[in-house]
């Protein structure tokens, strides 16, 4: 057994006894097409091919007969069709095939001199191919040369080396998704919308979904299997097959223990809105937008204050990473008192150990102008919907607190879990349906739709959003989500990116996932700050809390490109670079530079406070920034 450097450390290296690899002449003829070439299965000496291209060589097992492999292989060199011949490796607790290349990178002590180097060369018959550094060479061996292996480890004995490194191969782990292979995906069109549908023709709208499908490619997997999304509702089916293995912690608020209450066909609710967010990839029915994510039903919707802290407080308990609710009033004669904003307020802000509960309620079927009441409070997020068309569904109440809509009915609807006792909805004749064309797909399963369906679809996209980076605070995957939405409807809708009747736009699970990674590798960079954010604007508001209009008296001057500054975010809103520009001179009495520039086809303003002649100075008002709450990083006007 031999020892060579490898990576960062060393690996024990022992011969395989059965596979070699080979590197045969005629493979090489660039003359010869891929469909005339000789594979090395079909010669007479080989056994079987393991693989066809390791480090150039076709990795095979040869038939040895009574010979040993390596009198075998020395046999095989000597014809006049092979080139090469190799052993392969396996490293001390691996089963993964290592062949040498042939290659190896030499590392010398520091002063050995190129003469002295080329005693080293010398000595084992390698051919310089590159001397990188001036202690640092790649070479690779000869006809006349050791095995590499060898090489490298005999080299690395020598006074004159500090390191030498053999270049190896071996077959690499493909992270490619394993796509959910349960019956029913390809209905759901909610999680990726091709444009049709197999069983229907209804005609939808090609990319009208909420991109989950993109989110889980981006993340290589289907979420994390530590999280827990709390479902607050009635009617929870807990032997439904993409739900029953994932339960954690269960509540009945209604009869005080785990409990739960289930076969009133007057609540059947919370399955299909459970089965949205987090229906399990077990081969058959449905997959939610999260189906790695755990299922924690907190059965009993209440108005009463006693009972919506105890709900809350015991999601926070119970280690709930997100809070999805499909239910609340738009009656103006019920209203939050201040117990219940207080109970939600604390588990956006306790939960989590400190970073937040994810709080997520509906906006409301009323066709309002007003969001239920719970989804206006300020640490939830409140969903309204769209639908296969990318319009606005009908039923969806708007508002300025409306963060996102998200795929649901209105025009096709969404297929969801039903519960055991589920008895549909009437027809004229008195039987009872599942489906909106009268067609099914499936016993367990049936249309679902509203904003109580594109409530626990955000949900489960924000536990992607968690999975892609845990870190995050609530208030920082409300923003994620508003930040990364597509703009549907008219652009005229919007105001300030925002859209009473869109929010800030159809949630798109795929670029939230991406901004949550962006954010982590940021936040993990030790030699830079991260970069600035593209904040997502707010309306302004007046003194009654309504949107209204302010004005700015803006003085435009040349600034020449020098010195210092502390740039503080990057937009893409020029309606917020005013409220921004307002705010830093109001705060700090400094002049405020706005640099201006295209990227990637869109314009983005940097906004840097201050203007010093050095570093220094520049950094003593960064301090006097971050004490009042603000994070900038020092810039050089030039740059920009």
Excluded at 81 to 94: I, R
Excluded at 243 to 251: A, E, G, I, S, W
Excluded at 500 to 522: F, I, M, P, Q, W
């Amino acid at each position: 057994m031999l020892k060579v450097k490898c990576g960062k450390g060393f690996i024990k290296l022992k011969k395989s006894p059965k596979i070699v690899g080979l590197k045969t002449k005629v493979a090489e003829e660039s003359s010869r097409s891929l469909d005339q070439e000789e594979t090395s299965s079909s010669k007479e000496y080989v056994d079987r091919e393991v693989y066809k291209d390791l480090g150039g060589f076709n990795v095979v097992t040869l038939k040895t007969d009574e010979a040993t492999v390596d009198r075998k292989l020395d046999e095989v060199r000597e014809m006049e069709e092979v080139e090469l011949g190799t052993h392969v490796y396996y490293a001390e607790g691996s089963d993964k095939p290592l062949i040498p290349t042939g290659e190896i990178f030499i590392t010398f002590e520091e002063g050995v001199s190129l003469g002295e180097q080329g005693i080293a060369l010398d000595e084992f018959h390698l051919e310089l191919i590159e001397q990188i550094e001036e202690e640092e060479i790649r070479v690779k061996v000869t006809a006349q040369s050791p095995n590499p292996i060898k090489v490298a480890h005999f080299l690395q004995q020598t006074s004159l080396v500090r390191y030498a490194e053999p270049d190896l191969d071996m077959p690499m782990d493909h992270y490619a998704l394993q796509m959910p292979a349960d019956s029913l995906l390809r209905q759901q069109w909610h999680l990726q919308n091709s444009g049709f549908l197999s069983d229907t023709r209804r005609p939808l709208a090609k990319g009208a979904d909420a991109k989950v499908i993109g989110a889980w490619h981006r993340l290589g997997s289907l979420g994390d299997s530590s999280l827990k999304i709390a479902l607050i509702d009635n009617g929870f089916d807990l032997s439904h097959p993409d739900l029953r293995d994932k339960v954690v912690n269960p509540f009945d608020i209604w009869n005080q223990t785990p409990r739960l209450y289930q076969g009133d066909p007057q609540h059947t609710h919370g399955t299909p809105c459970a089965s949205v967010a987090l229906a399990a990839s077990n081969g058959n029915g449905m997959v939610g937008a999260a189906p790695k994510a755990r299922f924690m039903p907190i059965s009993g919707t209440s108005f009463s204050t006693s009972r919506t802290e105890q709900m809350f407080d015991y999601c926070v308990r119970n280690g709930a990473d997100i809070i999805s609710c499909s239910w609340g009033t738009t009656n103006p004669q019920f209203q939050l008192n201040a117990a219940k904003e207080r109970a939600i307020a604390r588990a956006a802000r306790e939960g989590r150990n400190g970073k937040g509960c994810v709080i997520l309620f509906a906006a409301g079927n009323e066709n309002y102008d007003y969001l239920n009441y719970y989804a206006a409070h300020p640490d939830v997020i409140a969903v309204g919907a769209s639908t296969s068309m990318d319009k606005h569904a009908s039923y969806s109440n708007r508002g300025r607190e409306l963060s996102v809509v998200a795929p649901s009915n209105g025009d096709w609807p969404i297929l969801a879990a039903r519960a055991w006792w589920d008895q549909g909805w009437s027809q004229q004749n008195g039987t009872f349906r599942y489906w909106v064309d009268g067609r099914s797909r499936g016993d367990r399963y049936k249309h679902f739709g509203g904003t109580s369906s594109a409530t626990p679809l955000v949900a489960g996209v924000c536990a992607l959003i968690l999975s892609a980076n845990p870190d995050l605070t609530a208030r920082e995957v409300k923003q994620i989500l508003e930040q990364t939405a597509d703009k549907i409807g008219s652009p005229s809708s919007y105001y300030y990116g925002h859209s009473r009747r869109y929010g800030y736009g159809r949630v798109n699970a795929e670029k939230a996932v991406l901004e949550a990674l962006r954010r982590k590798r940021s936040s993990s960079s030790s030699s830079t700050q991260p970069p600035p954010e593209l904040d997502t604007p707010t309306p302004p508001t007046n003194s009654g809390g309504q949107t209204g209009t302010e004005l700015f008296k803006i003085d435009v001057q040349k600034q020449q490109a020098k010195g210092w500054g502390i740039q503080v975010g990057a937009y893409t809103d020029y309606n917020n670079v005013i409220l921004q520009t307002n705010r830093m001179k109001q705060l700090f009495g400094e002049p405020v530079v706005v640099a201006s520039s295209q990227v990637s086809g869109r314009m983005v303003y940097k906004i840097v406070v201050g203007n010093y002649a050095n570093l220094q100075e520049a950094k003593k008002l960064q301090t006097k920034m971050k004490a009042k709450g603000i994070n900038g990083f020092p810039r050089k006007l030039s740059d920009l």
